[in-house]
């Protein structure tokens, strides 16, 4: 049963402030994950990380050399820190990252090497990715979103689960969590729907839904749930739907 | 024209102690690659970066898992030590990592995900990649030498100058260089071949010669020189011969 998990970097950082990890929750999501570590993909967000370098460098606007390279340095960074929890959780993983493995053309994800995640998944290793800078066909600067990262990797490995770990309890209307949602009806609650709070670059969460909405038109239903909640990561990784479901139009 | 420049992890680190960067050596060699930095592909050796900690684990002959990330982290850190010096000479660069981009059979490179490298290089940012530990289609745990690096994306881009730095002047016959060497002159010559010196669990210099020699055999010149020697890295990507080039019998 192959899982495709993100985590936010809401959850993982301080978005509000430049490399402010938030130690007890990367330690804390990474026992989460521990308990149900088989065939997992983790990919987890940049938050303050990436997003606040990027900013700086007017990214991906600007196509800034020595921005990407800090930006992708900082990312890395975080990776490290998401590796080594994993690992003293028990978790054997290893970090995968998109600037050296995937090519993106205006923005979407064009190619992407795929063989050392399926080797790693067959040999029991957690791959674990990051939202990131990449090279473009454009020749632009560009971003790819965790969210970008999670619905690929879950249409190329035909995932059973795909769980989006954010930091509020799913996709809200009138400041409650909907138990699912689909395309129209996306349409309907459109302009009531919660955006996650400080700096993102990447679209929050109108930008989550939009890849997942596609990720469902191909039958991969998915969910974005709260994994700032105890209990809802180890939930969602046994295929429990926690927040809200994101399924295809009937 | 393509260059594509080696630079030992004898040259970068001190062989025979965990974690012990030369950084004057790393400054002075980000310096000398600045004076021609242009569509250069830098790749160096992991040095005890690497070597030590693959040692430690048993790699390549145990498949640890633990094994495999410390020492892929290890070599990542010594990389992110020369991106950041050549960042400072100067050099736009991005660090490309083996284990995300390529897959092995047999410890041979089986397949090269080589659009971001080709992409950095037509926008005036350097790859620079390094010896790495990487999976394995035969599910054994594997290493790939910075020399099948260099051999394998000089074979891909055609590259126009390979330039190998070690810490010996070339190959060394009664204990001075060859100024050049075939396959044919290898086999009279081999007992009297120079080794590197410490720790390396990639073949030293019999391994170099025998990725160059295949790359002669397919019309693309190399040559092993001593990056030790102050200009002789400026002299190579200049495409000029120091040490001793390798060549295909004719």
Redesign the interface.
């Known amino acids: 049963m192959i899982r495709v998990l993100k985590i936010g970097g809401s959850i993982l950082t301080d978005k509000s402030r430049e490399f402010a990890p938030r130690e007890e929750e990367i330690t804390r999501v990474a026992k989460e994950i521990a308990i149900h570590p088989d065939d997992v993909v983790l990919v987890h967000g940049a938050g303050s990380f990436g997003h606040i370098p990027a900013k700086k460098y007017g990214l991906p606007h600007v196509?800034n050399?020595?921005g990407?390279?800090v930006t992708?340095?900082c990312v890395?960074r975080l990776c490290?820190m998401v590796?080594l929890a994993l690992?003293h959780a028990g978790v054997?993983?290893?970090?995968?990252?998109p600037?050296?493995?995937?090519?993106l053309r205006g923005g979407r994800i064009d190619?992407f090497?795929m063989?050392?995640i399926e080797?790693?998944l067959?040999?029991?290793?957690m791959p674990v990715l990051h939202g990131d800078v990449?090279?473009?066909?454009t020749?632009k600067a560009a971003i790819v979103s965790g969210d970008q990262l999670v619905a690929y990797i879950a249409k190329s490995l035909q995932a059973d689960v795909v769980a989006i770990g954010s930091n509020v309890d799913g996709v809200l209307f009138s400041g409650r969590p909907l138990s699912r949602i689909t395309r129209k009806e996306l349409s309907r609650v459109e302009s009531a729907i919660g955006g996650s709070e400080g700096v993102d670059v990447t679209g929050g969460m109108r930008g989550k839904l939009l890849e997942l909405l596609d990720l469902a038109d191909l039958g991969i239903e998915s969910m974005i749930f709260n994994a700032g909640i105890k209990g809802n990561i180890t939930r969602a990784l046994k295929g429990e739907y926690v927040g809200t479901r994101i399924e295809r139009d009937k």
């Open positions: 196509f050399r020595q990407l390279r992708h340095s890395a490290e590796v690992s054997d993983c290893l970090p995968v990252h600037l050296s493995c995937l090519h190619s090497f063989d050392p080797e790693m067959k040999n029991g290793i990449a090279m473009d066909a020749g």
